[in-house]
């Protein structure tokens, strides 16, 4: 036991050391203009039954501080009337184009290949690919603008804040930035050029046009089910410039509304984002060896070899307890939610499940009425 606590400690010292780091210096998007407000910026939204959400989101693009802006909303062949719900909240702004989408081809995933299209539309010098559902201020396309000046960066990849309400979101969705915090040294995704340290939220992808184009755009990563990594991965190993910055509540979302979609939403990106199967269930086991193994140890209390042998567990589990918390803090995200890490650790681990009984069941995740194949 005393080798495991020592790797456990090991593991756990370096998350600290990351998680601190990137919560000192990790870019946040200010409420500032660009130096430049004269380049041209379309903002491309791939849409598929977001008659919830679309008329909104349309609304609060076209009322956005800068300028010029183009929006344009690719319907892709909902059946909930998405399109003309966009097209009567922009009503006649001639900002706002509605564009129908294509079969989708052979080969391609459905929203790699909504922005494909959408990017070939498009003909201004910064391309912001955000989801539907994502929620902007008014000044946040501009803060997205100067941030991409200020970095030079062929690609900003915005992490929005992430609202959640239900015990299912806050237990799982800020895991998500959490793993960015802990485990990505912002420097190293920053300043070098290793593929292995990249990462990207697909929520808001803000791209210059020549990076965009000198990668292939979304057809190089046609059936990438984790398009966005794939995307900042290809942007590094171009030699092109990525950069990553915090929505500071500027660019926000709410992904998932209960537990089941939070489950169902995880599952299909999860066996991809592993990079496969064999690495979700050695992930699966080195998350349950560092987050509740320590509690277990704690709780049952085995042989202890000197007095001081109890506070070893003891560090272990406030050590997790402070990883997720400072990261918790640095994404706005409720600081009292990490004292039940292991819960989350519990839920992740039946996300992964559900995900490998897909891969039995199917042969891969569901989403939206289409296969995902992994």
Known sequence: ???????????????????????????????????????????????????????????????????????IVLDDNSDDGTGDIAQAAAGDDPRFQLIRGSALPEGWLGKNWACQQLGQQAQGEILVFIDADVVWQPNALAAVVAEMERTRAGLLAVWPTQHTET????????????????????????????????????????????????????????????????????????????????????????????????????????????????????????????FLLPW???????????PLWPLAPLALVLMGIVVRMISAAATCQRKRDSLLMPVSAVLMTLIAARALWWQWRQGGPSWKGRMLQT
């Open 167 to 290: 015990w299912g979101e806050r237990l799982v969705v800020p895991l998500m930035a959490m793993t960015v915090m802990a485990y990505l040294p912002l420097p190293l995704v920053h300043h070098t050029p290793w593929r292995a340290f990249a990462a990207a939220n697909g929520q808001c992808l803000a791209f210059r046009r020549s990076t965009y184009e000198s990668i292939g755009g979304h057809q190089s990563v046609r059936d990438s089910i984790v398009e966005d990594v794939s995307l900042a991965r290809r942007v590094k190993g171009a030699g092109h410039s990525l950069r990553m910055a915090d929505g500071a509540h500027l660019v926000s979302c709410r992904m998932y509304e209960d537990w089941p979609a939070v489950r169902d939403g995880y599952a299909k990106n999860i066996i991809a984002g592993y990079g496969g199967i064999p690495a979700l269930i050695l992930a699966t086991l080195f998350h349950w060896t560092v």
């Open 1 to 71: 036991m005393i080798i495991i606590g020592i790797v456990i400690a090991a593991a756990l010292l370096f998350m600290l050391a990351t998680v601190t780091l990137n919560a000192a210096i990790f870019p946040r998007l200010r409420a500032t203009a660009p130096q430049s407000a004269s380049t041209l910026a379309f903002v491309l939204i791939p849409a598929r039954n977001e008659s919830a959400t679309i008329a909104a989101t349309v609304r609060r693009l076209l009322s956005q501080t800068y300028r010029p802006l183009e929006v």
């Open 296 to 306: 277990f140890w704690l709780t049952l209390g085995w042989t202890s070899p000197s």
